[in-house]
């Protein structure tokens, strides 16, 4: 990923606090077949390895597990994004030399990946990730309200992959490289739009 020094971050607590913001994630891996990418909602086991692990599952009917893998993984966190209009600037006005962009944050993590049928592990995932994303609600939904024949079944359909992190690049482009003035004018600019995802924006662009 190509990160300009103004928008490189290098924060642990950051880093992880975008790829869990993100939920969403891609893995991308260079196989015999080409490039292959799979949307998977991950597991990040902070408290594992120097960097974490990720995990997920995906179809047993994916042929992405299947075809032999050439060096690591890429997994893709995408946050928080807004087209930025260069008619917010403050400098628009001084000279016009001034053009379009777009606003993000993103994270790359890179890893060998895993893929593993294990009952007991897949199990243990799939119940972690329903946690993580049924746990804050009032009537939370869990594994064992299945049936557990019906579970098993549904097991058996997926194979589960684990992601030893190596390396991380983080990249969060938010006007840091305008001036004060121009980042109040995105801001102003971001704030006065229906995308709820410009609002979010606009909350991030820096002050002095």
């Given at each position: 990923?190509?990160?300009?020094?103004?928008?490189?971050?290098?924060?642990?607590?950051?880093?992880?606090?975008?790829?869990?913001?993100?939920?969403?994630s891609?893995v991308?891996?260079?196989?015999?077949?080409?490039?292959?990418?799979?949307?998977?909602?991950l597991?990040?086991?902070?408290?594992?390895?120097?960097?974490g692990?990720?995990?997920?599952?995906?179809?047993?009917?994916n042929?992405?597990?299947?075809?032999s893998?050439?060096?690591?993984?890429?997994?893709?966190?995408?946050?928080?994004?807004?087209?930025?209009?260069?008619?917010?600037?403050?400098?628009?006005?001084?000279?016009?030399?001034?053009?379009?962009t777009?606003?993000?944050a993103?994270?790359?993590?890179y890893?060998?990946?895993?893929?593993f049928?294990?009952?007991?592990?897949?199990?243990?995932?799939?119940?972690?990730?329903?946690q993580?994303?049924?746990g804050?609600?009032?009537?939370?939904?869990?594994?064992?309200?299945?049936p557990?024949?019906?579970?098993?079944a549904?097991?058996?359909?997926?194979?589960?992959?684990?992601?030893?992190?190596?390396r991380?690049?983080?990249?969060v482009?938010m006007s840091?490289?305008?001036?004060?003035?121009?980042?109040?004018?995105v801001k102003?600019?971001?704030?006065?739009?229906?995308?709820?995802?410009?609002?979010?924006?606009a909350?991030?662009?820096?002050?002095?």
């Amino acid at each position: 990923m190509y990160t300009p020094p103004a928008f490189r971050e290098d924060d642990p607590a950051v880093l992880r606090e975008l790829m869990r913001q993100a939920r969403l994630s891609t893995v991308v891996t260079a196989t015999s077949e080409g490039l292959m990418a799979t949307p998977l909602p991950l597991i990040l086991a902070e408290d594992e390895g120097e960097n974490g692990v990720l995990y997920g599952h995906l179809a047993k009917a994916n042929p992405q597990w299947r075809a032999s893998t050439t060096g690591e993984a890429l997994v893709i966190f995408s946050g928080a994004d807004a087209y930025i209009s260069p008619s917010w600037y403050a400098t628009k006005k001084e000279h016009g030399k001034v053009v379009p962009t777009w606003n993000y944050a993103a994270v790359h993590a890179y890893g060998p990946i895993e893929y593993f049928e294990d009952e007991h592990r897949l199990r243990d995932q799939i119940e972690r990730l329903t946690q993580l994303y049924e746990g804050a609600r009032p009537d939370p939904w869990a594994v064992t309200d299945a049936p557990e024949r019906f579970v098993k079944a549904q097991i058996n359909g997926i194979v589960g992959i684990r992601i030893p992190i190596t390396r991380i690049e983080g990249k969060v482009k938010m006007s840091q490289n305008r001036s004060q003035a121009d980042r109040d004018g995105v801001k102003a600019g971001l704030q006065g739009s229906d995308r709820v995802s410009d609002q979010i924006v606009a909350g991030l662009i820096p002050g002095d």
